[in-house]
């Protein structure tokens, strides 16, 4: 049974600060990684996504990832209020279906 | 990008009576469908997998026979919630995607309460 594991927070910043969310994944032979965004009440929506070890940009968000550490994080550069969120790691439960086992997502505080 | 759409957004309904929740996909042939279950503050639990012409795949600990799951047509897929009760209320996502792509596309959600 693959796991994905968040501390599930909360994780307060000041805005403006970088925020850092980590996630750890039980399953070695994962090779895809997805960090979604979920506001209260709404549906996941896909911030990044990353196959390769290194770092992949993309405007003020970096996702990392470490296979060897089996660890993925994600940064928030210049936080602002409106990334206050829940944010979910997720890998795929089987090889090219969509099908996606999360993690318990961690809450995002960012204060003004 | 690929467009899910999942109907109704919220239903409220009385204990014992039966719920469907709709998950379309637009612009694209799903031969995937995925239903999730969120209770508030967690995760996504996923419930089942469905694909197009056949029966759908429950994670264990779910009952097959309460979530009734169709996935009739490429772009369509129901879940019924029978005989529903206060402990079911939650809020249920599907996702959709296709055949040999990684990445699902999630619907708006559904927030049913029982009362």
């Known amino acids: 049974q693959k796991e994905v594991e968040q501390n599930s927070g909360p994780l307060s910043v000041p805005e403006g600060a970088i925020a850092s969310l980590n996630c750890t994944y039980s399953?070695?032979?994962?090779?895809?990684f997805f960090w979604y965004r979920q506001y209260s009440g709404k549906s996941p929506e896909l911030i990044m996504f990353i196959y390769s070890n290194g770092d992949k940009e993309d405007g003020r968000f970096t996702a990392q990832l470490n296979k060897a550490s089996q660890y993925v994080s994600l940064l928030i550069r210049d936080s602002q209020p409106s990334d206050s969120a829940t944010y979910l790691c997720a890998v795929p439960g089987s090889s090219n279906t969509g099908k996606l086992i999360f993690g318990q997502g961690t809450t995002l505080q960012v204060k003004p | 990008g690929a467009v899910v759409s999942q109907h109704p957004s919220w239903v409220i309904c009385k204990s014992g009576t039966s719920v469907k929740i709709e998950c379309r996909s637009l612009d694209f042939q799903a031969t995937t469908m995925f239903w999730y279950r969120q209770f508030p503050k967690q995760s996504l639990m996923l419930m089942a997998t469905?694909?197009?012409?056949?029966?759908?795949?429950?994670e264990q600990g779910v009952e097959k026979d309460k979530f009734l799951i169709n996935h009739a047509s490429l772009t369509l897929s129901t879940l019924t919630v029978t005989s529903a009760h206060p402990e079911d209320s939650s809020f249920y996502i599907c996702s959709a995607s296709w055949l040999g792509n990684t990445e699902a596309f999630f619907g708006q959600g559904t927030r049913l309460t029982v009362v």
């Open positions: 469905s694909n197009e012409g056949s029966k759908a795949t429950y």
């Open positions: 399953d070695r032979g994962s090779q895809s």
